[in-house]
């Protein structure tokens, strides 16, 4: 069968491969799942690890098939494996259990392991491909009336994640009524975060670097009752007196310079969440006494999150389900760029590399029809 795989390690490697089906005997206990690829994602992570900044093989293989965004039907159940069956649509997690004690309660997404595993990025083949095989244990099922959004829901789990610690964090707070949020970035995940945040009732201002006019990414905030406002006319601080402090905020920039820019523009209690994989290796210079008189005198809170456990992908699977019957057909505006079949993945990286001039918001294979 055709997938798409790179070399870790050497830039600009993206190539057709082709490999062997997957074969359900080797999945233990009989909890194997054999699933027909229908649509897989492309983002910046897929993109970094091509211009070979991040991802690493499995072992005993040279190369690494890329992937992690899925949208699947099963084709095949193991023995023991009740909960799903053949023509039933999934999305499967990225982040499989290491060695840590988290991992071994299902909460892989806070490993304390520094080598990870996750399907398409590190150590494990992803879902770039016709088929893949998995255990049913890492499979989210997916009601048939969001098929056609379902490939946003694995960047969703970042979204819901980020947001479930935030409101667990803030449990130390005995009442916390947030009714402000900002939203640093509006690519793929800063909108799935602004829809999340209006689902919850926030008044949500959303930041980008791009201009307003003619920018679908600020015509989607506005069509949900957010604000947009380009960071090259207004700073996020300087935004804070036309919409006061910020209770939440939301960065997935990935330019880390913003990052202190939010801590200035948090209201007392705010939490401040960071979801950028930043890469690189920026320096800036920051008012550091200012900023942390602030947090401590505010009793201020920022935290990092990566990657999403089931109950953030189940959480996502009802915010999706949610957002459609609230805002029909929004989600739908943000799979800008569909490319049918693996055999064109030049055009996927051609995209991806240019988002910009080809005003892409998500791009994703159609490996298959649904
Ligand atoms: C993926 C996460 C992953 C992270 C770090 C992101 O693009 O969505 O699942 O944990 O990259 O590798």
Redesign the pocket.
């Given at each position: 069968m055709k997938a798409i795989a790179v070399t870790p390690k050497q830039a600009n490697s993206v190539r057709l491969v082709e490999i062997d089906k997957p074969d359900l005997s080797k999945i233990k206990d009989g909890r194997g799942v054999l699933i027909e690829v229908l649509r897989a994602g492309a983002?910046?992570?897929d993109r970094e690890i091509n211009n070979a900044e991040?991802g690493i093989a499995p072992e005993g293989f040279d190369f690494l098939i890329l992937g992690?965004?899925n949208f699947g039907r099963v084709a095949e159940v193991g023995a023991n494996v009740k909960e799903l069956q053949k023509g039933d649509y999934v999305v499967a997690t990225?982040?499989r259990p290491g060695h840590s004690f988290y991992d071994d309660i299902g909460e892989q997404?806070f490993t304390t392991d520094s080598e990870y595993f996750?399907r398409g990025?590190?150590r494990l083949h992803g879902y770039m491909a016709e088929f893949y095989a998995e255990s049913a244990d890492f499979l989210i099922k997916i009601p048939p009336a969001i098929e056609s959004i379902a490939v946003l829901l694995?960047?969703l789990s970042?979204v819901e994640k980020g947001l479930k610690q935030a409101s667990d964090i803030q449990e130390r707070l005995k009442i916390w009524r947030p009714k402000t949020a900002a939203v640093l970035g509006t690519g793929s995940v800063g909108l799935l975060t602004v829809m999340a945040l209006r689902l919850r009732g926030y008044e949500v201002h959303g930041f980008g670097r791009d201009k307003k006019d003619g920018y679908l990414n600020a015509e989607l905030c506005e069509a949900i009752g957010a604000t947009y406002d380009s960071t090259a006319e207004i700073s996020v601080r300087d935004s804070t007196e036309k919409y006061g402090e910020y209770d939440l905020i939301f960065e997935c920039t990935g330019y880390s310079p913003i990052v202190f820019d939010a801590m200035q523009s948090l209201n007392e209690n705010g939490v401040l969440i960071l979801s950028s994989?930043t890469g690189g290796d920026k320096t800036t210079e920051v008012p550091s006494d200012k900023i942390n008189q602030q947090f401590v005198l505010g009793n201020r809170v920022m935290f990092g999150t990566?990657?999403?456990n089931r109950e953030h992908f189940e959480l996502g699977v009802k915010d999706l389900a949610l957002c459609e019957a609230m805002y029909a057909g929004w989600l739908s505006r943000m799979l800008t760029h569909r490319v049918e079949g693996l055999e064109n993945y030049e055009k996927v990286f051609e995209i991806l590399n240019n988002a910009g001039e080809y005003k892409a918001i998500k791009t994703y294979f159609e490996v298959n029809k649904i």
């Open positions: 983002c910046g992570t991040y992690h965004e990225v982040r997404d996750e990025i590190s694995e960047p970042i994989v990566v990657n999403a």
